[in-house]
């Protein structure tokens, strides 16, 4: 009998997930590294002060919605068990996000995969150790994901305005979910038009300026209007009653400081030693700060250009291209960020060149890792012994990392590419 049974993979992936959680309360009690996340404590610190009335604003380096302040709320109440209550819905998180890519996975617009292989793909979140250890620390991208794995369903099953609602939530809770929005704009617009349309064009009509005036009015459409209103409305309305209840520190906080953040420290970013000399040198006036025009290529490539290029071939694909794209060209990249785009992997793997060639995928998986693992050691003589490894050390193992990722977006983007445009309803 096969090990790979729904019932199987689930209750490993839970069993294990407490197995952390159960050592991590061990490791923070007696090693003096601790276990659990200096977010974590971030997470719950803010939470204390909104059980008392306050604002989550009063802790500082707190930037997130009030949203997750107020689920942390019982991690207010005393005792060990409700302080790593937190952790443990952010690991409960993880299982409904793997739940829910089965349930992608298996449907007919996903692909209809028979279960087996389904969950064989699900794996790599479910039974990732890297996934159970960051949401057990206290990370909570483990609710993000159950958010984009929902909308990717949602999509697919012509939910649109339930997709607006998760697309409005997600990028509430976590800024970055809103190039998923040009995505699906363009993945909800036919694959090509049909026999009639192409018979009553001709090629003047279509060089005139009233084709162009047709094809913006075309692209209109009932879906992509729903899409639009429910998901601004979502997002505004979250927004407004946040602004209603902490006023400008939560604009601040949530959303302007991250134009500005310089974090120079845990960061994979090509920018690292360029933000580490930002922080130390003031801005001139009139001059642009570094930290905001590091967005433009970023932006440029996640948002618009493989939207434009990739969602009709595949949306599941595109969205996983995209967040690789935008953690990787990210001016701040910490472990926490590489969960966005693993929980996109079991879309895309399936038909991946890193699955149909073992040699390219263990390369790529051995540049990755390996990459990593000299970043990793350049920053531990750094913090814990004192040596200035900013250049070449941090600034050449951070580069590396960098050009790794892109030679694999690379890859991406050439198997979605050559990936048949599916056809579908609109």
Same mark, same amino acid.
């Given at each position: 009998?096969?090990?790979?049974?729904? *019932?199987?993979?689930?209750?490993?992936?839970?069993?294990?997930?407490?197995?952390?959680?159960?050592? %991590?309360?061990? =490791?923070?009690?007696?090693? *003096?590294?601790?276990?659990?996340?200096?977010?974590?404590?971030?997470?719950?610190?803010? /939470?204390?002060?909104?059980?008392?009335?306050?604002?989550?604003? =009063?802790?500082?380096?707190?930037?997130?919605?009030?949203?997750?302040?107020?689920?942390?709320? *019982?991690?207010?109440?005393?005792?060990?068990?409700?302080?790593?209550?937190?952790?443990?819905?952010?690991?409960? /998180?993880?299982?409904?996000?793997?739940?829910?890519?089965?349930?992608?996975?298996?449907?007919?617009? %996903?692909?209809?995969? &028979?279960?087996?292989?389904?969950?064989?793909?699900?794996?790599?979140?479910?039974?990732?150790?890297?996934?159970?250890?960051? #949401?057990?620390?206290?990370?909570?991208? %483990?609710?993000?994901?159950?958010?984009?794995?929902?909308?990717?369903?949602?999509?697919?099953?012509?939910?649109?305005?339930?997709?607006?609602?998760?697309?409005?939530?997600?990028?509430?809770?976590?800024?970055?979910?809103?190039?998923?929005?040009?995505?699906?704009?363009?993945?909800?617009?036919?694959?090509?038009?049909?026999?009639?349309?192409?018979?009553?064009? #001709?090629?003047?009509?279509?060089?005139? #300026?009233?084709?162009?005036?047709?094809?913006?009015?075309?692209?209109?459409? *009932?879906?992509?209007?729903?899409?639009?209103?429910?998901?601004?409305?979502?997002?505004?309305? +979250?927004? +407004?009653?946040?602004?209603?209840?902490?006023?400008?520190?939560?604009?601040?906080?949530?959303?302007?400081?991250?134009?500005?953040?310089?974090?120079?420290?845990?960061?994979?970013?090509?920018?690292?030693?360029? +933000?580490?000399?930002?922080?130390?040198?003031?801005?001139?006036?009139? @001059?642009?700060?570094?930290?905001?025009?590091?967005?433009?290529?970023?932006?440029?490539?996640?948002?618009?250009? +493989?939207?434009?290029?990739?969602?009709?071939?595949?949306?599941?694909?595109?969205?996983?291209?995209?967040?690789?794209?935008?953690?990787?060209?990210?001016?701040?990249?910490?472990?926490?960020?590489?969960?966005? @785009?693993?929980?996109?992997?079991?879309?895309?793997?399936?038909?991946?060149?890193?699955?149909?060639?073992?040699?390219?995928?263990?390369?790529? /998986?051995?540049?990755?890792?390996?990459? =990593?693992?000299?970043?990793?050691?350049?920053? @531990?003589?750094?913090?814990?012994?004192?040596?200035?490894?900013?250049? &070449?050390?941090?600034?050449?193992?951070?580069?590396?990392?960098?050009?790794?990722?892109?030679?694999?977006? %690379?890859?991406?983007?050439?198997?979605?590419?050559?990936?048949?445009?599916?056809?579908?309803?609109?």
């Amino acid at each position: 009998m096969s090990f790979v049974t729904g *019932p199987n993979i689930f209750a490993s992936a839970i069993i294990f997930r407490v197995i952390l959680l159960f050592y %991590g309360l061990f =490791q923070d009690r007696y090693s *003096p590294l601790p276990y659990t996340d200096i977010d974590y404590f971030v997470f719950t610190d803010a /939470a204390r002060y909104v059980s008392q009335g306050l604002s989550p604003y =009063q802790r500082e380096t707190y930037r997130y919605t009030p949203l997750l302040a107020w689920l942390l709320i *019982p991690t207010a109440w005393p005792g060990v068990a409700w302080f790593s209550s937190g952790k443990a819905l952010f690991a409960l /998180a993880d299982v409904v996000a793997g739940w829910l890519i089965v349930l992608v996975l298996r449907s007919p617009s %996903g692909g209809a995969m &028979p279960m087996e292989r389904a969950l064989k793909f699900t794996s790599i979140w479910l039974l990732n150790p890297m996934v159970a250890t960051i #949401s057990t620390r206290g990370s909570s991208e %483990g609710l993000l994901g159950v958010m984009v794995v929902a909308l990717l369903w949602a999509v697919l099953n012509q939910r649109i305005k339930l997709a607006g609602v998760l697309l409005g939530l997600a990028v509430h809770f976590k800024i970055y979910p809103f190039i998923y929005g040009v995505t699906i704009l363009w993945y909800l617009e036919p694959s090509s038009p049909s026999t009639s349309e192409k018979s009553a064009s #001709s090629p003047a009509q279509k060089a005139s #300026s009233s084709s162009v005036v047709r094809a913006i009015l075309a692209f209109i459409t *009932p879906t992509r209007i729903a899409l639009v209103i429910s998901s601004l409305t979502t997002f505004a309305a +979250l927004n +407004l009653l946040m602004y209603s209840i902490y006023s400008t520190p939560f604009l601040t906080h949530t959303y302007v400081h991250h134009l500005t953040r310089i974090d120079h420290r845990h960061n994979f970013s090509p920018y690292n030693t360029l +933000l580490h000399f930002c922080s130390a040198i003031p801005s001139a006036t009139g @001059y642009v700060p570094f930290e905001s025009l590091a967005f433009m290529p970023q932006l440029g490539l996640s948002a618009i250009l +493989l939207p434009l290029a990739l969602a009709k071939k595949d949306l599941a694909g595109t969205m996983l291209a995209q967040t690789f794209a935008f953690v990787a060209f990210n001016k701040v990249c910490t472990s926490q960020y590489f969960l966005w @785009y693993t929980i996109l992997l079991p879309f895309y793997l399936p038909y991946s060149s890193f699955l149909s060639s073992s040699r390219l995928g263990i390369t790529a /998986a051995v540049l990755w890792v390996g990459t =990593q693992a000299l970043w990793l050691q350049q920053a @531990y003589a750094l913090e814990f012994l004192g040596q200035s490894t900013f250049i &070449p050390g941090l600034f050449v193992a951070g580069l590396a990392f960098f050009a790794v990722n892109c030679w694999i977006l %690379g890859i991406m983007i050439v198997d979605i590419g050559n990936k048949p445009t599916p056809t579908r309803k609109n």
